[in-house]
């Protein structure tokens, strides 16, 4: 067969190979295909003419550490081959916590102190141990320090700081890594001496002088506020430009303060257990300023039940051009709340205002909620993040030569993939040994936050105090308050045929199986991608925590769409906690078969309970061992029901078309669904079971 002189061969340059052993870590193995590097003109003897005809390759072996135990894990920070497996050490400096404590690895990695020196003698730190393994155990700290400082407040002493400075000031006593870690020692010091100061100072004032917000801080807009109507204009008499602007800088502040390892499923997913109410701090304020956004355009455009339908079709138009000019400005966040409210229940059935909008701006609402469609797996929202350059669309707002600033993405979207890792993918492995492959995974994702939180560094725009404090004023209707406002202003029908008209989602399990195929088909250095959020929503026209809903509760914003429930409280996703995890699987079952795959031995569910308490999912891993009594039991307890009877509920799958499937009591859960319909399952009490109670989380 001929072949054209100098083509190169289309293959894969990463190539699995296998597994290797090796003192009891488990490596996986590769096989890395270089281009050769050729003897350039003038160094060497010509190439024959018939050697031009050809690409020349050589193939190296690659290895990265797959599982261990904890103490090699440590001892590969410092001894592994850091041009071989580059991202070992930041994937565990950014992973550990979910698996073992800062002052654990500290005491494993940290050499114990020399011993004195003979009197009059003089000696370098350097000269007491190998010179090698010093220089990496500073390496690692230094890297450590500079990317997660906050894995070392511990206050008020800091121990964990104070073992690092220890060290340092006899290994590296005038290397930048001491100086770094004494200059945050100092700085968290002063930090408590300043809240302390501030605490007393508050306990001096009298009762009801307590300190409010500036205006011009975007940090007082992230609390709802009742009392008195304000004077002054309302949010909507700003600009659209203003208000969009305001909100692009309110979200770049808190997405920059994001810690990355707060987004990880075991740590996100505590935050609702009793006592967790300070878990995950800056992912929670965050999630107060979505809700904040959704409340704004909630109770601007319920808040006055008088409007005629063509005025607040007008508000609806507002909102939607607010939304556009977020997307302009690539802020994703915001962009998701705008639509999440306008696609929530109360507002999406109001037909007659939305039969008032125009044309222009219905097509302009439609184009954008197809930015958070279900299709591929969020695949538009996915791929507008990893743009570096704007949408074509967009008006060349920052000159033709710079890159935009941004984006500011929605921080559920990540949430919710690294949920779907944590559920689906066990911590534990055969033999005791940590599943660092399932780390190396979660860290790829926190990587593409960190990425972004650099990014959004470029945004240049400053705060508006009369629009800040607009914000901040708005009016926030409840749940109830919504929904009962909207039924007064346009009382229930059968239909809403004026409504925009938008596709529904498809179920967290399948973005699921797109996304694990697309992991396992993707070369070894492939990154996952960007993850998305599952949404939440009551069927459209049925009241709040109506126990017949078929959609997800209004826990979260919508992930795609649709008429969506009356929350003013909508967290981003509907997370598990972590008292039911996958136990320890054969090392050969960490790679997880697909759910909705044939031939797939596990399979992650949503299963929700039919009650008073809301709609919400939680996500159980299901295997092809397990029958329907232990399914339900790990559901009641995933659901925080005290004292669960499995016996007194029975399961049922929603399949399409408002049907349900019963499981019997005794079937293999596994092999009794229907593998066709989507993976969502509700929990129904037997008639004549005695009733029980969920333990409502915080």
């Known amino acids: 067969m001929d072949r054209t002189a100098g083509k190169e061969l289309a293959l894969a340059p990463l190539q699995d190979w296998g597994e290797e052993t090796e003192d009891g870590a488990v490596y996986s193995v590769s096989l890395r295909r270089q281009l050769s590097q050729r003897l350039s003109r003038g160094t060497g003897p010509a190439p024959r003419p018939a050697a031009d005809a050809f690409v020349h390759y050589r193939t190296s072996k690659v290895r990265a550490l797959r599982a261990a135990r904890l ?14 497996d580059p991202g070992f050490v930041p994937a565990f400096l950014a992973t550990h916590r979910a698996f073992v404590s800062t002052a654990r690895v500290l005491g ?22 190998p010179p090698t393994l010093a220089r990496a155990v500073v390496s690692v700290l230094g890297s450590w320090l500079r990317d997660h400082p906050q894995d070392f407040r511990d206050p008020p002493t800091h121990p964990d700081l104070g073992s690092v400075c220890t060290f340092l000031g006899w290994a590296a006593p005038a290397g930048p890594e001491a100086q770094e870690a004494e200059k945050l020692l100092g700085d968290f010091l002063e930090e408590a001496e300043r ?84 878990t995950a701090p800056t992912v929670r304020a965050t999630v107060t300023q979505f809700n904040m956004v ?49 696609q929530s229940n109360p507002i999406y059935r109001l037909k007659r205002s939305w039969g008032a909008v125009s044309r222009e701006r219905l097509s302009t609402f439609r184009k954008l909620s197809q930015i958070f469609s279900d299709e591929n797996n969020h695949l538009s929202s996915r791929e507008m993040l990893s743009q570096v350059k704007m949408h074509v669309d967009t008006p060349p707002f920052w000159g033709p030569q710079k890159l935009p600033p941004g984006p500011v993405p929605y921080l559920g979207t990540f949430l ?31 990587a593409h936050i960190q990425q972004l939180q650099k990014r959004c560094r470029s945004y240049c725009l400053s705060p508006r105090a009369p629009v800040l404090a607009a914000l901040r004023d708005q009016r926030q209707l409840s749940e109830e308050q919504s929904y009962r406002v909207s039924r007064v202003i346009e009382p229930p029908a059968a239909s809403c045929p004026s409504s925009p008209r938008i596709r529904r989602r498809i179920s967290l399990t399948k973005r699921l199986s797109a996304k694990l195929s697309r992991e396992r088909g993707s070369s070894p ?48 996703l509907s997370l598990d906690p972590p008292g039911l995890r996958p136990s320890a699987l054969p090392l050969s079952s960490s790679h997880i078969s697909l759910p909705g795959q044939q031939g797939s031995e596990a399979r992650v569910i949503r299963v929700s309970i039919d009650n008073d308490h809301g709609n919400l999912y939680r996500s159980i891993l299901l295997t092809s061992q397990d029958k329907a009594p232990s399914v339900v039991q790990r559901a009641l307890q995933k659901h925080n029901v005290a004292q669960p009877w499995a016996r007194d509920y029975q399961l049922f799958q929603v399949l399409p078309g408002d049907r349900e499937l019963l499981i019997p009591d005794n079937a293999n859960v596994f092999y009794a669904m229907s593998p066709a319909a989507p993976g969502d399952f509700v929990l129904r009490r037997k008639e004549g079971a005695r009733p029980t109670t969920t333990v409502s989380s915080p």
Request: proline share 14%; glycine share 8%; aromatic share 4%.
């Open 195 to 278: 809240k302390q100061e501030e605490e007393e100072k508050q306990a001096s004032r009298p009762p009801g002088a307590a300190q409010t917000p500036r205006p011009d801080s975007p940090e007082g807009c992230s609390e709802e506020e009742e009392g008195p109507a304000r004077e002054g204009p309302e949010l909507l008499d700003f600009g659209v430009d203003e208000v969009a602007e305001q909100l692009t800088l309110m979200d770049v502040e808190l997405f920059s303060k994001v810690r990355p390892c707060e987004c990880l499923g075991s740590v996100w997913s505590q935050r609702d257990r009793p006592g967790a109410t300070s």
């Open 108 to 129: 494993l990695l940290l050499p114990p102190p020399p011993p004195p020196l003979p009197p009059g003698s003089r000696a370098l730190g350097w000269a007491l141990r």
């Open 294 to 342: 959704i409340g704004c355009v909630l109770g601007s455009v319920l808040g006055e039940q008088g409007l005629a339908a063509p005025q607040r079709a007008q508000r609806l138009e507002k909102w939607i051009r607010i939304a556009q000019r977020c997307r302009e400005l690539r802020n994703f966040s915001s962009l998701r709340a705008i639509l999440s409210a306008l």
């Open 416 to 446: 919710t993939d690294l949920v779907m890792l944590d559920t689906a993918l066990p911590d534990m492995l055969e033999g005791d040994l940590i599943n660092f492959e399932k780390r190396r995974k979660e860290w790829e994702i926190l």
């Open 71 to 84: 103490e090699r894990l440590v001892r590969e920070l410092v001894s592994g081959d850091r041009e071989q």
């Open 525 to 572: 250095g492939g990154s996952p991608g960007d993850p998305s959020s599952p949404a939440s929503s009551l069927s459209p026209g049925s009241p709040p925590s109506s126990p017949r809903s078929r959609d997800p509760p209004p826990g979260s914003p919508p992930a795609s769409p649709g008429p969506q429930s009356p929350s003013t409280k909508l967290l981003p």
